[in-house]
């Protein structure tokens, strides 16, 4: 059941006994640039869960005690959210990017165990930006950023010195190169209508 109540980021992301996480919502930012590549950071090493790892350009969650990301309403909540954490995590200041910029892709449901103590158990809203922006990455945040070529992305993710996040991965496997190809006209492929479980 995906919860509707405070509860903090640890319990949602520790493991419990029977080995299960709480289902909540998050998001998942595709930042690309006017050349069409593609924004990644790779995670701190202070991050509690998955540190060191590279991933998509932002994933974050909606706040609870922040009302206007509690809004679902056009994904508002989300869109708000991940205002607010591209600047957190990446510097990249809040009049850059404004929440209607983004372009909502669909949800998906995935679930990963991660090291056995933190995992994830999401209902995760995809959202896509193409635009030139400027970053100053918080360390305690993001130890590296890059952008990444389409047509060498494979080539690219196949080199990187750590591996990718388990949602980014399925991601990755599941439809971002066809949404990337099509980037132009991604609202074309926009789906509210369904929630796609990766595994």
Known sequence: ??????????????IKDNGQLLLHRAFSVFLFNKRGELLLQRRSLSKITYPDLYTNTCCSHPLFDIPEEREERAELGVRKAAQRRLNFELGIPME?????EFNFVTRILYKDLGDGVWGEHELDYLLFLQKDVDLDPNPNEVSEVRYVQRQNV???????????????KLILEHKLCFWWDHLYEINRFQDRANIHKLE
Request: contains cysteine.
């Open 1 to 14: 059941m995906l919860l509707h109540s405070p509860v903090s980021k640890r319990e949602c992301h520790t």
């Open 96 to 100: 850059q990017i404004e929440p209607q």
């Open 154 to 168: 494979e080539r690219t993710l196949n080199n990187l010195e750590a591996p990718l996040t388990p949602w980014f």
